[in-house]
């Protein structure tokens, strides 16, 4: 859960206090928050429609994987002009129409890509891991294309990282919470919003994954990593946090 806020006074509601809608799962800290956000904001005409895409928490990483795309494409602009995907040999995507990005180390013509086709390659090679049960080893693997290009081995960075970020969220957000892979995705969110300057935004996310972790029962030492980088992300942009198939690993930058 990211959702840890009032949707109207943003109020910070933790994991459990407050209430939800009774339908899509809003969270509110009372009842005169949700009558104004049913009367006077517009939800009684969104409840339905959060509901149908899965509830809050997955209606909010859509919209926001939506947005962060059309961010990443524009900022990508200029440099993609006459490219076309590697992944599926267009300019424009076929179903979304959303522009090429490219923010990798890859130089010359290759390297560009939809955000979409990535999303997919990545989402594709997890879940062929998943049911080949190919292990752990494989599947850190194969996950580390939700944030690495498949051409250069390199970390997408900036706007695309963060669309890539909000991309394996909305992927995963729907798995149980002690799902290793919606961990792992939380992970991923959490630095792409980092790479893409929104600092407070990511802390909230690596905060409520320290909470989720305790509420859990997970090891001491995986939790003691990421309570350790909450405040050295806060001071230092450059830290990084890895995926290994045992679970997080703290790398500074030294």
């Not at 509110?28 to 009684?44: I, M, N, P, S, T």
């Amino acid at each position: 859960m990211i959702l840890t806020k009032c949707a109207v006074c943003a109020t910070e509601l933790g994991l459990t206090l407050g209430k939800k809608c009774g339908r899509c799962s809003t969270r509110y800290c009372g009842a005169e928050c949700q009558k104004q956000h049913w009367e006077q904001r517009g939800h009684d005409k969104l409840c339905k429609l959060i509901k149908k895409a899965g509830g809050a928490e997955q209606y909010h990483a859509d919209t926001k994987y939506t947005e962060t795309v059309a961010v990443a494409a524009a900022a990508c602009a200029e440099d993609t002009k006459g490219q076309t995907c590697y992944i599926c040999t267009q300019a424009l995507h076929w179903k979304t129409k959303e522009g090429l990005v490219r923010m990798c180390a890859c130089r010359g013509t290759a390297g560009f890509a939809h955000v979409s086709c990535l999303a997919e390659q990545a989402k594709i090679l997890v879940a062929e891991a998943e049911e080949n049960n190919l292990g752990n080893e494989a599947l850190s693997e194969r996950f580390a294309r939700w944030y690495t290009c498949s051409l250069c081995e390199q970390g997408h960075h900036g706007v695309v990282a963060c669309a890539l970020g909000w991309a394996c969220w909305k992927t995963f957000v729907g798995r149980p919470e002690a799902d290793m892979l919606r961990s792992w995705a939380m992970t991923v969110l959490g630095g792409g919003l980092s790479d893409g300057k929104h600092d407070e935004d990511a802390l909230s996310v690596y905060e409520a994954q320290l909470s989720m972790m305790r509420r859990l029962g997970a090891q001491e030492g995986i939790i003691l990593v990421v309570q350790a980088t909450l405040p050295a992300h806060m001071r230092n942009s450059d830290n990084t946090i890895k995926l290994c198939g045992c679970g997080l690993v703290y790398t500074p930058d030294v």
